[in-house]
């Protein structure tokens, strides 16, 4: 009687344990790389995996850093990652020339573009902008669309100086006090000045002086969206639970990167950079709505900014729905009847 027990105990057991590695097979390895080196904006990637989120959909993520976002659209487009997330006009712009990319979940609806400077020269509104040095980037997207926000805000580009250099210079230039303010990202180049110098940064985002497009989503090669339809509607669900997971609880996402990657920050400005990022994955029509749900206006307004403003060809007009779909993410019932 004994000797049966335990014969099927270990049945049992070996059912189990077949069972997992089953499941454990059954996993979909599937390599998500960033737009640039880890910081606060990546936080709910770190999040979902940490709270098993992928797990559940039957994915097994690996997240890898970036070193730009035309570097991980060309990755998505060569299939060599399964996605990525980048700055959607990047990508835009390389679909518009043939690559084989468009975005499933566009995150980013308000621009994190910004002028800015450390806030104790009280440089917080367009008009303080005048007589002070400003550092850019020749050629980058900011630098396109600055024309655009001088027009907007009565700006002329004589009433303010303009040293150039690539992304570190500017960023050294307004550390070493060679320029007043430089164009970067509100929850990224602010962080890394405050890391560098221990002060605050105050941002003038071009957002709200109506300039605004879409920013960072995740994008994937066309071939995945058609040959593994079911892959994506998994790995979007997982992302956007990971996403309002991380809304709700931005320290304990913050956390997950650090225990994923120790070198990967100051705790103090990740969890500030996040809490930047949040505001921007909605606009005053998505405010109600899931993460990635964004409007095909937002989308047109941006692809006709980045035709005028970023050297995309007029062509691109012709079906803007070719670089984003939201027919792969979870239902929400708050979504608009306008979409």
């Not at 049945?11 to 097979?25: D, H, M, R």
């Not at 990047?90 to 980013?108: F, N």
């Not at 405050?194 to 300039?211: H, M, Q």
Request: proline share 5%.
């Amino acid at each position: 009687m004994k000797k049966t027990a335990l014969m099927k105990t270990a049945a049992v057991a070996l059912c189990a344990f077949a069972a997992s590695t089953v499941s454990a097979q059954a996993a979909d390895k599937v390599t998500l790389m960033l737009n640039w080196y880890v910081y606060g904006e990546h936080a709910p990637f770190y999040y979902g995996k940490d709270k098993g989120l992928y797990e559940a959909e039957g994915i097994d993520l690996e997240i890898q850093e970036g070193r730009g976002s035309a570097v991980t659209t060309q990755l998505v487009a060569s299939k060599g990652v399964t996605f990525g997330y980048v700055d959607v006009p990047t990508m835009i712009k390389a679909a518009a020339k043939g690559a084989p990319v468009t975005s499933p979940g566009v995150l980013l609806q308000t621009s994190p573009m910004s002028a800015m400077g450390f806030s104790e020269k009280n440089i917080r509104k367009p008009e303080d902008i005048k007589g002070k040095i400003v550092a850019m980037t020749p050629g980058d997207s900011m630098s396109q669309i600055w024309p655009l926000f001088l027009k907007k805000t009565g700006l002329k580009e004589r009433d303010f100086e303009v040293v150039s250099g690539d992304g570190q210079t500017k960023l050294n230039a307004v550390i070493n006090g060679q320029a007043d303010l430089l164009l970067g990202y509100v929850m990224d180049q602010s962080m890394k000045i405050k890391d560098a110098t221990g002060k605050s940064v105050t941002p003038i985002r071009f957002a709200d002086y109506g300039v605004n497009m879409v920013s960072s989503g995740i994008i994937a090669n066309t071939a995945t969206l058609k040959d593994n339809p079911d892959l994506v509607k998994r790995f979007m669900a997982a992302t956007t639970k990971a996403i309002e997971g991380a809304e709700k609880a931005p320290k304990e996402a913050v956390d997950a990167i650090l225990k994923a990657n120790p070198k990967g920050g100051k705790p103090d400005t990740l969890l500030e950079g996040f809490e930047l990022t949040i505001p921007l994955y909605r606009t005053a029509e998505t405010k109600a709505m899931r993460p990635f749900q964004v409007t095909d206006a937002n989308m047109k307004d941006s692809v006709d900014l980045l035709v005028e403003y970023g050297g995309l060809d007029a062509s691109a007009k012709q079906d803007i729905k070719k670089f984003y779909t939201r027919d792969f993410l979870p239902a929400d019932p708050a979504v608009a009847k306008t979409q």
